[in-house]
């Protein structure tokens, strides 16, 4: 929620899959395709299951190669006690992101994990920093357990039941004591699933496993801890109901007693409210809520009076990330301003904005106080560069950067285009928005458009690194079109519902209008035109597939939805009620009905331009079987149907080698799609 410092994947949204920030390895190359009478060609690695793609040549995997090796750092925590931090990264040659140890400003990471699965989350031992506390799961199930690495010994201990999901979420100020919260999973249930589901909160000391004491078992599942009181005496808890309604509750750690805070228990009132950090004295806590307007506040809530105190009112977009200081002096926040993140900071005594010195340019990201030195460290990702991490001393005013991003020698990332932000007017006369990368200029006359679709569906295209793209974009001369539909984050909370329920096709019409802007811009080729999306936008860019046909070259599904139906019934349980709010609820004979109405498997025979369907095995969000299906019935129609599954990973690819194919199979399916 509002205080956690996890990166639930380092390179989400940074590739072409839901998580594809991944090294250059050598690839594979056919024995057969090694004779002299036949060009040489990649062969997928064994965990790939290929259908209809044909043979990546080992030329092609060259020519991009360097593409495929651009590293950040994001971060992760500080030390307790020293100037020194966690981040992930993935190193060179290496596989996955794992945690480093940076010891001091630019100085060379030190690996502290190195298994098959990233390892993206983790927390610092709070007192002396013996230890860390990580998050892990295998081969993209997402069923993370956590684990305790002693620092000293490099002794790694398993502290979680793996027939359950766990989350690391606060230690305790005065104990080495975790709290820790857990959700059982599907395989462990009679018939493979669960029609309730309840979240589970811990209370362990990670150096002593078997000391343990159950605090609460939540109705529900999306419960998550925002901050612990100084003197350890209450937990806030958020409440995630929906992406519109969230609550904050107050657990009492000696009694075990949940009290709803905001909104109050008797109030009609219905909002986002996220549980920030508590005030040094227990006077109160930081909120974030949108409850007085469209957009999501900071707020101070005082205990004695019950009431909520604006902050940043003058701050007409959402703002998210709260940290504040040990002491009470200063809280930092980000506000996210037509999708790139600020870095802005207030003073802990009277709410108000302090200046900030020049910050190096770029989205801002994973914002976090030193406990004791009160420095605070920053992620930034631009167009330039992928995540770096920075500190700003406060009191100085001193900026320090801490690592470098790594491109290829050959690659001039302060070449790359920039992201200009688009408008147009949909099917009702609203406005939407998004982001439009352009090809260098010497690609001259009307561009190709690749349209790639965030997820979510709440979720956001932003200010940022494009990765792979950057091969389309300098190397094929396709102009990249990143939307905001309706019902993205960002824009408003009212904006953000009018995707809801029956509603849902109104954002691919969103689309439909921006296919009609597209073909009003002198410098976009509308007749050549490829829609690409992950997870939420891999629906999207079926629905697009079944809607606009005749006005795309082809479709892109990563992850994707296929039928409404059938995803609610099998996605796992412990997320199914959240998806409902979202989509509707598929045991309601109408809602089933208009669900499989509008489902693209239910449409397939419309899909007649040539779509690529990538897919996890281990998929836990959205199961296999939604590609499987949509693939089966897209090739009854004779579509061409290039299918790749990866039987080692989830939502997403976060293996390299995995991405790396990828990455070939989509420059192979781009060309034959939008460059013949």
């Given at each position: 929620?509002?205080?956690?410092?996890?990166?639930?994947?380092?390179?989400?949204?940074?590739?072409?899959?839901?998580?594809?920030?991944?090294?250059?390895?050598?690839?594979?190359?056919?024995?057969?395709?090694?004779?002299?009478?036949?060009?040489?060609?990649?062969?997928?690695?064994?965990n790939l299951v290929v259908q209809g793609v044909p043979p990546v040549p080992l030329s092609l995997a060259k020519e991009v190669a360097k593409y495929n090796d651009f590293r950040g750092h994001g971060f992760v925590d500080w030390h307790p006690t020293r100037r020194e931090m966690?981040?992930?990264?993935?190193?060179?040659?290496?596989?996955?992101?794992?945690?480093?140890?940076?010891a001091s400003p630019l100085a060379e990471p030190e690996q502290l994990t190195d298994f098959a699965d990233p390892v993206t989350s983790a927390r610092y031992e709070p007192r002396d920093?013996?230890?860390?506390?990580?998050?892990?799961?295998v081969g993209g199930s997402e069923a993370d357990q956590i684990y305790r690495l002693d620092l000293e010994t490099r002794q790694v201990a398993l502290l979680t039941d793996p027939s359950e999901r766990h989350g690391i979420e606060a230690w305790l100020h005065r104990s080495g004591r975790l709290l820790i919260s857990s959700v059982p999973l599907d395989r462990t249930a009679d018939g493979g699933t669960r029609a309730k589901v309840t979240q589970t909160l811990t209370l362990i000391d990670p150096a002593n496993p078997t000391s343990r004491r159950r605090?609460?078992?939540?109705?529900?599942?999306?419960?998550?801890v925002g901050s612990v009181s100084w003197n350890d005496r209450l937990v806030a808890l958020t409440r995630y109901i929906s992406a519109n309604e969230s609550q904050v509750w107050l657990l009492n750690l000696a009694t075990g007693k949940r009290t709803q805070v905001l909104p109050g228990p008797r109030s009609k009132a219905r909002g986002v409210h996220f549980a920030g950090p508590f005030k040094r004295d227990n006077s109160g806590l930081y909120v974030v809520s949108d409850r007085h307007g469209e957009f999501r506040e900071l707020m101070f809530y005082r205990f004695a009076t019950r009431r909520l105190t604006p902050i940043t009112r003058h701050i007409p977009w959402d703002v998210t990330g709260t940290d504040a200081t040990e002491d009470d002096?200063?809280?930092?926040?980000?506000?996210?301003?037509?999708?790139?993140d600020e870095l802005r900071l207030f003073s802990g005594r009277n709410h108000k904005e302090q200046a900030l010195p020049p910050l190096p340019s770029g989205s801002v990201s994973a914002i976090d106080f030193h406990r004791r030195r009160g420095e605070l460290a920053f992620s930034v990702i631009s167009a330039k560069a992928p995540w770096e991490i920075h500190t700003?001393?406060?009191?100085?005013?001193?900026?320090?950067?801490?690592?470098?991003a790594y491109a290829p020698p050959d690659v001039d990332m302060a070449g790359f285009s920039e992201q200009v932000i688009v408008r147009w007017p949909s099917f009702?006369?609203?406005?939407?928005?998004g982001l439009l990368t352009l090809p260098p200029a010497r690609f001259t006359g009307r561009r190709p458009v690749l349209i790639r679709v965030h997820g979510g569906p709440e979720g956001q295209a932003k200010m940022g690194f494009l990765w792979r793209y950057n091969h389309f974009l300098n190397d094929l001369g396709i102009a990249v079109i990143e939307p905001n539909v309706r019902g993205s984050s960002g824009y408003g909370k009212t904006f953000l519902t009018l995707d809801n329920g029956t509603k849902r096709e109104d954002s691919v019409r969103d689309i439909g209008a921006m296919l009609d802007w597209i073909a009003t811009q002198p410098q976009l080729d509308a007749s050549r035109v490829l829609v690409a999306g992950g997870s939420y936008g891999g629906y999207m860019s079926l629905a697009v597939s079944t809607h606009y046909a005749e006005r795309i070259a082809g479709a892109i599904d990563v992850v994707g939805i296929s039928n409404f139906v059938t995803f609610l019934q099998n996605t796992e349980s412990y997320r199914r009620d959240l998806r409902r709010v979202e989509y509707g609820d598929e045991r309601d004979p109408a809602m089933r009905a208009f669900l499989k109405k509008i489902s693209p498997l239910t449409n397939a025979s419309r899909i007649v331009k040539p779509l690529f369907v990538v897919q996890g095995k281990n998929d836990p969000r959205v199961p296999y079987t939604e590609a499987e299906q949509i693939v089966a019935k897209a090739r009854g129609n004779g579509t061409p149907v290039w299918y790749l599954r990866a039987e080692n990973e989830g939502h997403g690819f976060v293996r390299k080698e995995n991405a790396d194919y990828y990455f070939y199979a989509t420059v192979m399916f781009v060309r034959e799609t939008l460059l013949k």
């Open positions: 929620m509002l205080h956690l410092k996890t990166l639930a994947c380092l390179a989400l949204a940074a590739g072409l899959a839901a998580c594809t920030l991944l090294p250059l390895g050598a690839p594979q190359v056919s024995a057969a395709a090694s004779a002299a009478s036949a060009p040489a060609v990649v062969e997928p690695n064994p966690l981040v992930a990264h993935r190193k060179a040659g290496g596989n996955t992101v794992q945690l480093f140890r940076v920093g013996k230890y860390i506390v990580f998050e892990r799961s605090l609460a078992e939540l109705e529900g599942t999306g419960w998550g002096t200063l809280v930092a926040l980000r506000a996210n301003v037509d999708g790139r700003l001393d406060p009191k100085s005013g001193r900026v320090e950067q801490w690592t470098r009702d006369r609203r406005t939407i928005s």
